[in-house]
């Protein structure tokens, strides 16, 4: 912390988190979707902010190629580089969940120590880690962004599966496993999980 962090104080404003949920009619959380690339993190995602936004609820996705056209586009892809990513969509999903809105952060988030992490900024009562697993061989096979055949041919370096590790949660709050289950079924167990978790 500089010596000019020191000096600041934070500012409370009149409306309180409480009003702006009792507003829109639900709490708000934020929804960590951490799994391999190809395993169904964004598509699932997407498809419970459509269910939430049918059913007049604040949401909000927050897609880990998307934040890195703009946010977090002056980041590389090293391992510091990809902590400070996750850090900065920590903070931010946080600032959202108290404007009452229900966030979902699509992320690989490899690292056990970078979900906790982000698990320590947003705070307990409203980070919850949904672990989207499918198995490599599928999820290479599927190679929706053309990634996985890029990292096997060498051109990208450090990727999650091939030449670096993914720790796999050992007990996330949700688990959604779509080598078995069809995109609604997940979409259906997903959409049924934040229901419990954010009523008033």
Request: hydrophobic share 35%; aromatic share 8%; charged share 30%.
């Amino acid at each position: 912390m500089s010596e000019e962090q020191k000096h600041l104080t934070r500012f409370r404003g009149e409306v309180s988190r409480r009003d702006r949920e009792e507003f829109c009619g639900h709490r708000s959380a934020v929804l960590w979707f951490t799994g391999l690339s190809g395993s169904g993190k964004s598509t699932i995602a997407h498809g419970v902010e459509k269910r939430l936004h049918d059913a007049g609820m604040r949401s909000y996705v927050f897609d880990g190629d998307n934040v890195r056209h703009g946010l977090c586009s002056d980041l590389s892809f090293s391992p510091a580089a990809r902590t400070e990513n996750i850090r900065r969509i920590a903070e931010v999903s946080k600032l959202f969940a108290e404007n009452s809105t229900i966030c979902m952060c699509a992320f690989i988030s490899p690292l056990m120590s970078d979900r906790e992490m982000a698990r320590e900024i947003i705070g307990d009562d409203d980070f919850y880690e949904i672990f989207v697993t499918c198995p490599l061989s599928v999820c290479e096979a599927r190679d929706v962004k053309g990634y996985y055949k890029l990292a096997r041919e060498g051109k990208i370096k450090n990727y999650t599966g091939i030449s670096a590790p993914y720790e796999a949660p050992d007990n996330p709050d949700l688990l959604v496993d779509t080598d078995v289950e069809t995109l609604e079924e997940s979409i259906d167990k997903v959409f049924g999980f934040i229901l419990e978790k954010v009523r008033l």
